[in-house]
């Protein structure tokens, strides 16, 4: 479930930190999402006492399928907004920040060592 372009407005204003620097705190997926995805990882984790080879392809199967899932996410809400300019609507500064800041978000967390 992708949420709308301003839901994460409050997730945005929890996540900012000090002036310059990027957060990579606060959830990049809807908690039913994350929650599914966890449940299929403890699956896995659970399964690779018996079976770690079939866990290790499981688990490239299942990082692979947030990765796609992640990308459509960020692919629906950049799709949202082209739309409303395309119809010539004026996308409130706010819904723009709030995407700009998932976006660094994001960005941050893949460069995370």
């Given at each position: 479930?992708?949420?709308?372009?301003?839901?994460?407005?409050a997730?945005?204003?929890?996540?900012?930190?000090?002036?310059?620097?990027?957060?990579?705190?606060?959830?990049?997926?809807?908690?039913?999402?994350?929650?599914?995805?966890?449940?299929?990882?403890?699956?896995?984790?659970?399964?690779?006492?018996?079976?770690?080879?079939?866990?290790?392809?499981?688990?490239?199967?299942?990082?692979?399928?947030?990765?796609?899932?992640?990308?459509?996410?960020?692919?629906?809400?950049?799709?949202?907004?082209e739309?409303?300019?395309?119809?010539?609507?004026?996308?409130?500064?706010?819904?723009?920040?709030?995407?700009?800041?998932?976006?660094?978000?994001?960005?941050e967390?893949?460069?995370?060592?």
């Amino acid at each position: 479930m992708t949420p709308p372009v301003g839901a994460p407005a409050a997730q945005a204003a929890s996540n900012r930190g000090t002036a310059g620097t990027a957060s990579t705190t606060g959830p990049l997926l809807a908690g039913e999402d994350a929650e599914g995805f966890r449940a299929r990882w403890t699956d896995i984790q659970t399964g690779f006492v018996d079976a770690p080879r079939r866990a290790i392809e499981q688990a490239d199967a299942l990082v692979a399928e947030l990765m796609q899932h992640l990308a459509r996410t960020f692919a629906d809400e950049r799709g949202r907004l082209e739309r409303r300019w395309d119809q010539g609507d004026d996308v409130p500064t706010d819904n723009l920040r709030d995407a700009f800041q998932r976006y660094r978000s994001f960005f941050e967390r893949l460069l995370a060592t």
